[in-house]
């Protein structure tokens, strides 16, 4: 079983929806959680990092982790054209190393 | 300069062929990670650098796959050999130091494609 799976999609929603990706993790001493934006021919960019569980938000984003049952979520609020990209949750080790899911290719079309 | 850059940005090998990939981290950065991205997946670990020192190669495929950092900025990932399934986007990243919360600063990539 990988470290940190995610659903690849691909994820089509209408402009303004709201968008909801998902990941699930093995190991339930992992306690630090990233995630990754990654425009097509780019490299991954930081999106947010979350700490626990609980929500924490950052405008129209949102990621949330439920500890008892292993869930990492992000939620994008009134998704943009712009929000079309591949979302990777990942989880760090004491040095620094991500290990990353498989990615979920989200398209907003207008 | 003012993030990571990687070149080449694409590269066509002929199998058999030996290729070197390069990466200047941002200046003053004091970790580097090579990461390998295969199409439709995530990227998947490789090698860790701090400074010039190489402390965690647990990722690298084969014996075929080699990483050097000698003066701790510029690094080069060597591929000797090339096969198919070397074919991947080989990503790398920098940061100030190995910290989970500083999030890292990656390049675009060079996407190898081995024929």
């Known amino acids: 079983q990988k470290e940190v799976e995610q659903d690849p999609g691909p994820l089509s929603v209408p402009e303004g929806a709201i968008v909801s990706l998902n990941c699930t993790y093995s190991?339930?001493?992992?306690?630090?959680f990233m995630w990754y934006r990654q425009y097509s021919r780019k490299g991954p960019e930081l999106l947010m990092y979350?700490?626990?569980?609980g929500n924490k938000e950052d405008g129209r984003f949102t990621a949330q982790v439920d500890k008892s049952s292993k869930y990492i979520s992000l939620f994008i609020r009134d998704s943009q054209p712009s929000d079309s990209a591949t979302y990777l949750c990942?989880?760090?080790?004491?040095?620094?190393?991500?290990?990353f899911g498989q990615g979920t290719i989200l398209t907003v079309h207008p | 300069g003012a993030g990571v850059s990687q070149s080449p940005r694409y590269k066509v090998a002929k199998r058999g062929q030996d290729v070197a990939l390069r990466c200047d981290p941002i200046?003053?950065?004091?970790?580097l990670f090579w990461y390998q991205q295969a199409l439709g997946q995530g990227p998947e670990f490789l090698t860790y650098?701090?400074?010039?020192?190489?402390?965690?190669k647990s990722g690298l495929p084969s014996d075929r796959f080699f990483a050097e950092r000698p003066e701790g900025s510029v690094s080069t990932l060597k591929i000797q050999r090339t096969q198919q399934e070397d074919s991947a986007v080989y990503l790398c990243?920098?940061?100030?130091?190995?910290?989970?919360?500083?999030?890292?600063?990656f390049g675009s990539g060079t996407r190898l494609t081995v024929v």
């Open positions: 990243a920098s940061s100030l130091e190995g910290r989970t919360d500083y999030g890292y600063t």
């Open positions: 190991n339930s001493a992992f306690q630090y």
């Open positions: 979350t700490y626990s569980s």
């Open positions: 990942a989880r760090p080790t004491s040095y620094g190393k991500l290990t």
């Open positions: 200046s003053g950065h004091v970790s």
């Open positions: 650098f701090q400074n010039e020192a190489q402390l965690d």
